[in-house]
């Protein structure tokens, strides 16, 4: 066992208690409150410079080493999820209808475990961790909110780091790389107009319940038909709302869903495609289409200075672990942008456990991870950081 991870393995008590008690009280995206004054004051107790209220509830620590060098960014979320928790764990969700469902209480716990392993280091550090606790993950705009708050300057880091838990992967595993590591992500709305009146009568109506069927049948032909087969696109019609009476057609139909791409011209082709089938499959249909297509997050493009730098702290401070260079998912994050801006690095640590029954995915409502990971990830965090200011 290294040094590092032993140091880490010492903190082991103080890490599973924040993440439990973090786990009892989840709060969602913009409302961690509670979650931000725990953060704070623990970072204060260890002497640490902090600035509150960013984005309204993010957290910033300061963390000055021995002597001057570059600005590291370290990037932790917060929030936890709406879902109603059916763990039946000990330190399950004491509040009905929210839940740490994504291990963000875990990511927080991680976060102020690397800052007491930092503590000890600090004489061997030359340059600046600055580490940023953001609000509201999970679709809500936490990292755009942080940057604008300036987390990005006074001082501007020269790298990102970032992490998730992992419960696709057992401990053990680590999923860590050059390149796109998580999807770009759109959201889209459709509202397909045509003529309601009689479900007997279909000749007197316009029927956009048959354009729709037609139109999200023939959206799949695009990831299968207009883009490489050895490229990664996904189009995900995921609800669809339209008519009150089974013997009424409706006026409109309207569904929504998610794009996921990673590359920027697979991106451009599969949106241009996209709207060229809703229009030409609506207008065939004599329905009129409406797009709303938004960007949710671009890609995350990890550095591959960076990658390689995590990879190497994990073959020095956990040796056991087995690393996964090319991994991908098609999930997002909003950590994207905060890499599109300082190169970076987000990493993916293996947190499942089969035989404890702790393997059921992000935003399951029994989803739970193994806890034995947060040492680990907090010792493979921390010693990135202090070989990268070494
Ligand atoms: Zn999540
Ligand atoms: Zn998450």
Redesign the pocket.
């Known amino acids: 066992m290294s040094d590092l991870f032993s140091e880490a393995q010492a903190l082991f008590d103080y890490t599973r208690g924040i993440r439990r008690d973090l786990h009892r009280h989840p709060e969602l995206g913009f409302e961690e409150v509670r979650t931000a004054g725990i953060v704070a004051s623990e970072l204060r107790g260890m002497g640490i410079e902090v600035t509150t209220g960013l984005a309204k509830t993010g957290v910033v620590a300061l963390m000055e080493g021995a002597r001057p060098g570059p600005v590291l960014l370290l990037r932790f979320d917060m929030d936890a999820?709406p879902i109603m928790e059916e763990t039946g764990a000990v330190y399950a969700s004491q509040t009905p209808g929210k839940m740490h469902a994504?291990g963000h209480d875990g990511h927080v716990a991680v976060g102020l475990t690397v800052a007491r392993l930092l503590g000890i280091h600090r004489a061997d550090m030359a340059g600046t961790v600055k580490i940023m606790f953001q609000p509201a993950?999970?679709g809500l705009g936490g990292a755009e909110g942080m940057i604008e708050a300036g987390v990005l300057e006074n001082p501007a880091p020269k790298y990102s780091l970032a992490l998730h838990l992992w419960n696709e992967q057992p401990v053990g595993w680590l999923g860590v790389g050059p390149g796109p590591v998580m999807a770009g992500a759109e959201i889209f709305k459709v509202r397909l107009t045509g003529k309601g009146g009689h479900g007997a009568m279909p000749h007197q109506s316009i029927d956009p319940v048959v354009a729709a069927a037609q139109l999200i049948t023939a959206l799949q032909t695009i990831v299968a038909r207009n883009v490489s087969p050895l490229e990664a696109s996904v189009i995900s019609v995921t609800q669809i709302q339209g008519g009150d009476a089974f013997n009424v057609i409706p006026p409109s139909v309207t569904f929504q869903g998610t794009i996921r791409t990673f590359d920027a011209g697979v991106r451009q082709i599969t949106i241009e495609r996209f709207r060229q089938v809703v229009h030409g499959v609506a207008g065939a249909m004599g329905c009129q289409a409406e797009i709303d297509l938004r960007l949710l997050t671009p890609a995350v493009v990890n550095d591959a200075y960076m990658a390689e730098k995590v990879q190497n702290a994990a073959r020095t401070y956990l040796p056991e672990f087995k690393i996964e260079p090319a991994y991908r998912t098609m999930g997002s994050e909003d950590m994207a942008y905060v890499m599109q801006k300082i190169p970076g690095c987000y990493f993916f640590v293996g947190s499942a456990n089969g035989e404890k029954g702790l393997m059921y995915g992000?935003?399951h409502p029994r989803f739970d991870f193994d806890e034995s990971v947060l040492p680990r990830a907090a010792a493979l965090m921390a010693g990135t950081v202090i070989d990268l200011l070494r």
């Open positions: 999820l994504c993950e999970e992000h935003h």
